[in-house]
């Protein structure tokens, strides 16, 4: 205990004595410790811990399986059906709903209500924190129409008030009472904020509407397994009692878990594994500049050894030096955690699952600690290998004449340095293919023309009935119509949701009135002015105009590749849709165009196959909450932001507006890939700088250790570029090696990224050379001070030493 | 061959200017093998830098045949270096990374020979200094005496008109040191100027004219 202390506090003053090194090696460690603590946060919260609900292993999410083998919601009718014959559930639960605008808290508000039926948060386990939850006459058709709230939406648009009972919220029907608040840190959905009851509004019939999520409890003392069975039966049962009239062949349970983080999962885990890289990195770093440490003290070992220390005592002084330096990292580095993990979940807005649940809490810490003792030990045994492999007796001398061969710990330094830039190549390819992959979606085009047009979308606050219906109906055509006479624009147009947004609903529809012949498509409503707008190509017929009145038989326009898969050898313009089960509206759609195709479903995604209906001829229910107007302009577009904002106040006051160009449209599609490039590349960058380092390191040293080779090659007749060839030769062989080394680990490993990548192969050509080139001259830069360093070396004092 | 007018150098310590060499006045004619003598620290191995060219910091005038070596940029004192002069080192300096082939080659490979012209001279002087059986060992294992000749083959492998040789018995047995300067009376008969210094009156017995050095000056020759 004596000598540990003892140990320590030398460790201290020798840390303190070497500023550089000990700056050097705690700033490399902390950004690693940093990075991966933060990752590892994230990590944590999102796919490892479980879900914040009692027995949350038991909940499952109950999803249709299509004749394509693909999971999709679920309709009404088949969720009765399963809630009433199942054998294995302890309760299940339909929700469904999104944003909406909710009046009677202080002001109008944008907040996200879910339609819940009774057994909701029986499912989950969760009580209200304050008031009640529903009661059993309140979810029924014609109960009193009550809300819960989350803990949130309380503070936020309620005042925190424990005496809400006079509280009315107007969400998308009836005025909502509310009796109870969720308790804090309670959200599911992501993000809901108000829960009504489902069953006050009467039940859907359409067994091929899929407009449902459904949760469930497995009963005690069920497996997931027999629970899966169970349903599946169910499943296949109603495939035979309704065959075509359902679209489900099959029914499945997914823990929630793994549905809610099944997208996130395996890109999380890559930023992991690249977070891991970087690590590396920074650990050989350290290596490097201890090993370092560990020759130009041979001296200092030799006399202690001279004097009796023995090899463990020594290596016990290297360990507890180390320890204090990683100490000293992971308190910085968890600094750093804090400001990274901020900074990443402010970077991924909206595309990570539970982020909620995610914090560096005591695991992220713990896992921290285990990493930096883990690399303590380590670090602390690297120089140890030195005094294992050099007898004393050389040590001593060598330390006397102030030079040491020290091969052993340069070969090691060496493949320190090659271990580094080949892990650097590795996270450089990776972020170049992202990049690469980022650029080319930039440049597809996305069926629009996105310049110069912004985009206005409007929530409104209300309960839909026939004469509202029609004050709807004038309010949009009054306001495009407005939109138009506006100075400067070209063309304005609505739409009921926005490419690339991934707001749009689709379904199946019946061509030409055949029940029997039917089609999968988009669903969009849009008004005559939308295609101008969006710069949409028409490529035959027309689109809506003045003869679409309400009166006359409903148009549609619909998109060339719906064309090309529906009608492949004939005209589709005078032929008809069956779309109701999107809009309940079973009147006839009939075809009056056909426009360019749309990429809706994201620029990586091929061109959605899209039924446009007209706006104005369609039932109103639609456009309630973000209903979209697309504005082109002569001149950029967002100059028109304010006056569109005033017209559209003058006009409805309550109406919640959110501008964005269609530029910001496209790039917001793009953002969680923006997210993992921005990683990768950050991670590319810094390892590039850490291995810049390593190489700058290991040459100097070496640059210092050949001095008097050098000298005697000068002797020699070696001039300015030989001894520059000299150096950089032996820097960039081992650069070399690393790229090498890195590209076959690339080819390997990049593999992983396949799903990130778009129209880039995993072993791009380009990539590889141009990652080798930026590493070679980086490398090369690193090597360049200590060659010219060595072109200065005098022969005359080189020699002098005999 | 070569001729030196009131040579001087000085070191610099701090704001003192301390002087090694103060005014030497030397002529060497091309075919000599002179030694070099006078106390320690009399500015012995200064000198020989001088003339080897190493060294850029004095005044004085030198002259190389006819060619002022004072008057030359660095760049071109290099390439009279490697033209005409080779070293032999108290220490030997051999690179210890290198066989002895490739210890033969290193000045090669700072001055302009072909690949097979390299080859044939590494060969031919291996032959020579009777070091063929060696080529492939490291210095490390060879004897003193062994080293240092590799140092002398190293020295004239490019066939430099001149040697120049700072003790380079100062590590060897008197057997050694005996081969190594009958080694150099072979190359002096052969046409080499030599240069060396030393402490040892028998290996000065081997040259022809001996130059003694004082205190910066060269204070009297004897032949
Ligand atoms: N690079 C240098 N910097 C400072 N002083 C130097 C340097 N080189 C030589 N000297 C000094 O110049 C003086 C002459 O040194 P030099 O090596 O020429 O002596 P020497 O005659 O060769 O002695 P020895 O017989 O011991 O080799 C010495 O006092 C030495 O300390
Ligand atoms: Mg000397």
């Known amino acids: ?802 | 061959m070569l001729t030196l007018r009131k040579i001087e150098r000085a070191f610099e310590f701090g704001r003192e200017k301390n002087y090694v060499l103060r005014g030497v006045n030397l002529d060497i004619e091309e075919g000599e093998f002179v030694t070099i003598m006078g106390p320690s620290g009399a500015g012995k191995s200064t000198l020989l830098h001088i003339l080897g060219l190493h060294d850029n910091a004095w005044v004085g005038e030198y002259y190389f045949f006819d060619q002022a070596a004072h008057k030359l940029k660095p760049k071109d004192r290099a390439e009279l270096r490697n033209k005409n002069i080779g070293f032999v080192f108290q220490s030997y300096h051999l690179l210890d990374q290198l066989t002895v082939q490739e210890n033969l080659e290193v000045p090669l490979s700072y001055r302009n020979y072909g690949r097979a012209e390299r080859e044939q001279l590494v060969r031919e002087t291996l032959d020579r200094f009777q070091l063929t059986d060696k080529k492939h060992l490291y210095p490390s294992k060879l004897s003193g005496g062994l080293q240092q000749l590799i140092g002398v083959a190293r020295a004239m492998i490019a066939r430099p008109k001149l040697i120049l040789a700072d003790e380079p018995t100062g590590n060897l047995h008197s057997a050694q040191a005996k081969e190594i300067m009958e080694m150099f009376c072979k190359l002096n008969e052969q046409g080499t100027t030599i240069i060396q210094v030393t402490h040892s009156e028998i290996n000065a017995g081997y040259s022809r004219r001996i130059v003694n050095i004082h205190d910066g000056n060269v204070v009297g020759e004897d032949h």
């Not at chain 1, 209200?128 to 709230?149: D, H």
């Not at chain 1, 090899?311 to 400001?339: H, K, P």
Request: aromatic letters at 8%; glycine letters at 10%; charged letters at 15%.
């Open chain 1, 1 to 802: 205990m004596q000598t540990l202390w003892q140990d320590l506090r030398y460790a201290l003053r020798v840390l303190k004595a070497r500023p550089g090194f000990t700056l050097a090696a705690v700033l490399s460690l902390s950004l690693g410790i940093g990075a991966c603590t933060a990752i590892f946060s994230i990590v944590d919260g999102v796919l490892l811990r479980s879900l914040p609900y009692p027995q949350a292993e038991k909940i499952v999410q109950l999803n249709e399986v299509n004749e394509k083998g693909i999971q999709i919601r679920v309709t009404e009718p088949n969720y009765l059906d399963v809630r009433a014959r199942h054998n294995s559930l302890a309760a299940i639960a339909q929700f469904a709903g999104g944003a909406v605008v909710v009046t009677g808290g202080n002001e109008p508000v944008r907040a996200r209500a879910f339609w819940v039926s009774g057994d909701y948060f029986k499912v989950l386990g969760v009580q209200p924190m304050l008031g009640r939850g529903f009661l059993p006459e309140e979810s029924k058709q014609g109960g009193n129409p009550v809300a819960l709230v989350s803990y949130g939406f309380w503070q936020r648009v309620l005042g925190g008030t424990t005496d809400f009972s006079g509280r009315r919220l107007n969400v998308d029907g009836p005025a909502f009472t509310v009796v109870g608040v969720m308790p804090q840190g309670f959200s599911y959905p992501q993000d809901a904020d108000i829960w009504v009851p489902r069953e006050v509004e009467p039940p859907q019939t359409s067994r091929t509407a899929h407009n449902w999520s459904v949760i469930a409890r497995i009963r005690d003392g069920v497996t997931l397994q027999q629970a899966q069975t169970d349903i599946s039966t169910l499943g296949k049962q109603l495939r035979q009692e309704y065959s075509k009239g359902t679209d489900a062949v099959d029914l499945a349970l997914v823990p929630l878990k793994e549905f809610l983080t099944s997208k996130v999962r395996s890109g999380l885990l890559l930023l992991l594994a690249a977070v891991g890289l970087l690590l590396l990195v920074a650990c050989a770093n350290v290596a490097n500049l201890t090993l370092a440490q560990a020759t130009m003290r041979s001296s200092e070992f030799a006399v202690r050894a001279a004097l009796g220390a023995s090899r463990w005592r020594m290596a016990r002084q290297f360990i507890s030096e180390n320890l204090l330096l990683t100490v000293l990292a992971g308190v910085l580095g968890i600094l750093f955690s804090f400001w990274g993990t901020d900074l990443l979940l402010t970077l991924n807005q909206g595309n990570l699952p539970r982020v909620q649940e995610i914090a560096v809490n005591w695991r992220a810490l713990l896992f921290t600690l285990g990493l930096a003792a883990t690399i303590a030990v380590v670090l602390g045994l690297v120089p140890v290998t030195r005094f294992a492999n050099l007898d004393l007796q050389t040590n001593l001398k060598e330390a006397g004449r102030g030079q040491t061969a020290g091969g052993f710990s340069q070969r090691l330094r060496g493949v320190l340095v090659v271990a580094q830039v080949a892990l650097t190549m590795v996270l450089l390819v990776s972020a170049g293919l992202l990049g690469r992959s980022f650029l080319k979606l930039m440049q597809t085009d996305p069926g629009f023309h996105s310049e110069s047009a912004v985009a206005m979308t409007l929530s409104l606050p209300t309960t839909i009935d026939k004469d509202q219906e029609q004050r709807y109906r004038q309010f949009h055509q009054q306001l495009v119509e407005q939109l138009k006479q506006m100075p400067g624009v070209i063309a304005a147009g609505g739409i009921n949701a926005l490419p690339l947004t991934g707001r749009g609903s689709n379904g199946r529809f019946q061509k030409d009135g055949n029940p029997a012949t039917t089609g999968e498509g988009e669903y969009r409503l849009a008004s005559g002015g939308y295609f101008a707008a969006m710069g949409i190509p028409i490529l035959r017929g027309r689109i809506f105009d003045e003869r679409d009145t309400g009166n006359a038989p409903d148009a549609c326009v619909i998109s060339q590749s719906l064309a090309k898969a529906y009608w492949p050898n004939e005209d589709p313009i005078g032929r008809t849709i069956q779309f109701g089960n999107m809009d309940g509206d079973k009147d006839l759609l009939h075809i009056v165009g056909i426009v360019g195709d749309v990429r809706d479903g994201g620029l990586d995604a091929k061109p959605s196959a899209t039924v446009y209906a007209h706006s104005l001829q369609r039932p109103q229910w639609w456009q309630v909450s973000n209903q979209s107007y697309v504005i082109r302009a002569q001149m950029d577009a967002a100059t028109l932001i304010p006056s569109l904002r005033q017209s559209v106040q003058a006009a409805n006051s309550d109406a919640l507006i959110r501008f964005q160009t269609l530029n910001e449209v496209v790039t917001d599609s793009l953002d969680s890939r923006r997210f993992s490039l921005i990683i990768f590349g950050a991670f590319a960058v810094v390892a590039l700088l850490l291995a810049a380092a390593g190489v700058y390191g290991v040459m100097s040293y070496s640059v210092t250790q050949r001095t008097h080779e050098i000298g005697v090659r000068m002797a020699l007749g070696a001039q300015k570029n030989a001894v520059l060839r000299l150096v950089i030769g032996q820097g960039m062989t081992l650069t070399f090696v690393g790229i090498a080394i890195g590209l076959v680990t690339s080819i390997g490993v990049t593999r992983l990224l396949k799903n990130l990548l778009y129209d880039v192969s995993t072993y791009d050509p380009v990539t590889m050379i141009g990652v080798a080139l930026v590493l070679t001259s980086i490398s090369l830069a690193a090597c360049w001070i200590p060659a010219l360093r060595a072109t200065k070396v005098d022969p005359m004092t080189a020699l002098r030493n005999e």
